[in-house]
């Protein structure tokens, strides 16, 4: 009987434990800082904010330099921590302490970072790459990639034929690099016919010269073993020719000069 009272005891809290499991994973109590500047550091409020279940009940605001309850929960906190000087002047000090201190650090590694940059320049590598969206279609599409340089400012220009295209050209988005280095590409749609010559430019400061870099359409291995068959029906076509003038000149020399009748009398 002790056994099975035990057992059933157990069996009790197990199930009362299980039942307030869900509930007791709401139960979330937390605490934020939020520092917020207004023209540098000339005016600075500090926030220290307590939230319990996912609402807020009660913060210290430096602009009234003392505890607030936002709901009736927070209201014996706010009551009590006020009271306490020590701790009052502890956290009317957070806003030297805690946000002018950080917003100093801050401030202090991006001048370095901005330091280590300035008069820094890296020069870009440009490739050419042709693709086509729908290869039923007529229009080709280039890709002129421009990777690793820095500063931002670029130029990129597509040239047909040595003259400037300006329709059918599209300007991606600049993209940030991990080493502080950007990439940017320029797309130009065109139909291209066998001798152009495509070539993407690319000016930036960090450059004597402007970087070109040339692209020629191709023709495809049907196209070029037309090619060849005609030229090989051409050459062997001369040469059937030639000798057939041959042997017909040479018929007509080798034939004797037949005597006037007037003459043979």
Sequence with gaps: RWALESLLTAFLLLLLLFLLLPLAAHFLYQAKHDCRFLNGTQRVRFLDRYFYDRQEHIRFDSDVEKFVAVTALGQP?????????QWMQYKKAAVDRFCRHHYAVYNYEAAKREEQLIGRKAKPTVTISPTKMDPASPNTILLCTT???????????????????EEGVAFGEELQNGDWTYQLQVMLETQPQWGDIYTCEVGHVSLEAPITVQWEPRSSSSARSKLWTGIMGAVIGAA??????FSYLKSKKATPIQPPAALMD
């Design 240 to 245: 059937f020719l030639a000798v057939g003038l």
């Design 77 to 85: 906190s706010a009551d009590k921590w006020n009271s306490d000087k």
């Design 147 to 165: 990777r690793g340089f820095y500063p931002l400012e670029i130029e990129i220009q597509w040239l047909k034929n040595g003259k400037l295209e």
